[in-house]
């Protein structure tokens, strides 16, 4: 076999492979990268094994690299321009982790840090609420019915089930000491997830997580109020 057909041969089974490879990944930009290789070695699949080359296939390849290559670059420029503070730090390495940085940063250029005073209420029992909250640094209580029933601290989310299912808050929150916490927007992030589908993703496996522990330690309870099927679906 000529050598060139044989490197033609070599190089559309590492297409392949890096084809498979780029569809196992989560991180967008390794994604790229390996279709980018991938393309490359379609090019000289196409090249060299065929008695002529296949120059529509090639020109093709040529396109799709050429997207991916400046989709490479902006990706680059967005993580460069991703500056943390010491608190956006932590979480991103605690809480956030499944978020690319630069959806982190998103994230956190709607929210809005909060101080709550020892007594101050952050949701009411049956009464409309309109941010999603995270407790950074803190302790609060929850109550139904005037009675407490469980305590939240550092990394509860508060407002969730509300967020999720729409509606009224499921509980009274108030702290139990000075808390420190982050607030966004209902409407902010349910628009910010709606156009980042990935972030909506991994919103979605954090809250489940969060409620789930909530449900295991007795906090009030959700049954029959929330499906986490439908999570952030239909903008709730």
């Not at 630069?102 to 709607?110: A, D, S, V, W």
């Not at 990394?155 to 420190?180: C, D, H, K, Q, Y």
């Amino acid at each position: 076999m000529d050598s060139s057909v044989l490197v033609g041969h070599l190089a559309g089974h590492i297409a392949s492979l890096l084809t498979m490879a780029a569809y196992l990944l989560k991180d967008i930009l390794w994604l790229r990268a390996l279709t980018i290789l991938s393309c490359f070695a379609g090019i000289a699949f196409n090249y060299f094994v065929p008695a002529t080359p296949l120059w529509q296939v090639i020109g093709w390849n040529v396109l799709f690299a050429i997207i991916n290559i400046v989709q490479v670059a902006i990706i680059i420029k967005q993580r460069a321009d991703v500056h943390f503070t010491e608190e956006e730090k932590e979480l991103h390495e605690t809480l956030f982790k499944n978020f690319a940085p630069f959806e982190f940063m998103k994230l956190m250029r709607i929210g809005k840090w909060l101080e709550a005073k020892q007594g101050e209420v952050l949701a009411v029992e049956k009464q409309s609420l309109n941010a999603v909250m995270l407790i950074y640094n803190g302790l609060v209580g929850v109550e139904t019915n005037g009675k407490e029933v469980a305590k939240l601290k550092d990394g509860n989310f508060i407002g969730e089930v509300s967020f999720m299912i729409g509606g009224e808050a499921t509980a009274t929150v108030r702290a139990l000491m000075p808390t420190r916490y982050i607030a966004w927007p209902k409407e902010a992030i349910i628009q910010l997830l709606n156009r980042n589908p990935s972030m909506r993703f991994a919103m979605q496996a954090m809250l489940s997580t969060d409620l789930s522990k909530k449900l295991m330690h007795r906090a009030p309870s959700f049954h029959g109020k929330i499906d986490l099927d439908s999570i952030l679906k239909g903008g709730k």
